[in-house]
């Protein structure tokens, strides 16, 4: 996946961990342990993608900058 692709889809999970976050605020005190366990888990999934995507971008900046070379 080039950098533009990962930059894209980091995007559009952070996109999806808001409207995670709306729904879970908008209906916090309607929903039951379960769901707001469920919307909990779902939204540090998203996390994690999004940090695993922000690494690999970091570790490609740091050789393009070791290799004197920029995108």
Same mark, same amino acid.
């Given at each position: ?20 976050? !709306? ?11 379960? !769901? ?9 999934? !998203? ?25």
């Amino acid at each position: 996946m080039d950098k533009e692709k990962f930059i894209n889809k980091a995007i559009e999970l952070h996109k999806e961990m808001g409207e995670i976050r !709306k729904a879970a605020s908008e209906t916090s005190a309607l929903l039951s342990p379960k !769901k707001k366990t469920e919307l909990i888990e779902k939204g540090l999934d !998203k996390a994690f993608e999004i940090s695993s995507i922000q690494l690999v971008l970091l570790k490609q900046l740091v050789k393009e900058s070791s290799d004197g070379t920029t995108t």
